[in-house]
């Protein structure tokens, strides 16, 4: 083979694999171009969703109160219609009270309370893309009362907790049913946070804790 038709042999393959080689930078410039778009609209929603989150926290600690008082330092709404209970007790109809009248006006507080708990969290849940997680949490005194396994403080600040969700429902008041909405019950017994002192038998500490937590995601009933 002569010279010439060597060196035009090696400037045409050259120029093939120049030009195989500019469309695969093309390509994997494209690609490149492609998937940073997408990560960008994704990083968007995801700051749009915290944004979102943000303003729907601050309306969160600015609920009602009449009936809740936030604690940043807990990042808790604590339930400030006080209930007191006789030791081991835990239904609605066990808080102690002075007279049938008080009984009759507390019940009919916290009955306004799991309303206000209702029209707070359906003013956000025309967004989708918003969850909520709804949790009421109990808590006992710390009087010594541990008879077993099944009768103690821990138990019964969850069974206080299960029966403040019991009389909700029992009001037509569902978390669980309203969109995009979780309820959980929960009992911390002589723990939790916070704890008034001095904690020995202190009703105080017969309290309910009520959390609000907005979060993305998918919530399944």
Not at 25 to 41: A, D, E, G, Y
Not at 83 to 90: A, I, M, P, Q, S
Not at 113 to 132: H, L, M, P, S, V
């Amino acid at each position: 083979m002569s010279k010439n038709k060597k060196e035009s042999f090696f400037w045409t393959s050259y120029s093939d694999l120049m030009t195989s080689l500019f469309f695969v930078m093309l390509v994997l410039f494209v690609l490149v171009i492609v998937l940073l778009h997408n990560k960008i609209s994704e990083q968007k929603i995801k700051l749009e969703d915290f944004e979102k989150i943000e303003e729907i926290k601050k309306s969160l600690n600015e609920i009602n109160e009449i009936y809740f008082e936030y604690r940043p330092e807990y990042k808790k709404h604590i339930f400030k219609l006080q209930v007191e209970y006789y030791t081991g007790k835990f239904k609605m109809s066990d808080i102690k009270v002075s007279s049938q009248q008080e009984r009759i006006t507390l019940l009919h507080e916290i009955e306004n309370a799991g309303r206000e708990i209702e029209r707070t969290i359906k003013r956000f849940t025309a967004d989708d893309n918003i969850q909520y997680l709804v949790i009421i949490e109990g808590q006992a005194s710390a009087d010594g009362y541990h008879t077993d396994d099944f009768n103690n403080n821990d138990v019964l600040s969850y069974q206080r907790a299960l029966g403040l969700k019991r009389f909700w429902e029992s009001n037509g008041v569902c978390f669980s049913e309203l969109p995009n909405c979780e309820l959980v019950v929960a009992g911390s017994g002589e723990g939790g946070v916070p704890r008034e002192t001095p904690d020995w038998q202190n009703p105080a500490n017969q309290r309910f804790l009520i959390h609000i937590i907005p979060k993305t995601g998918v919530i399944e009933n």
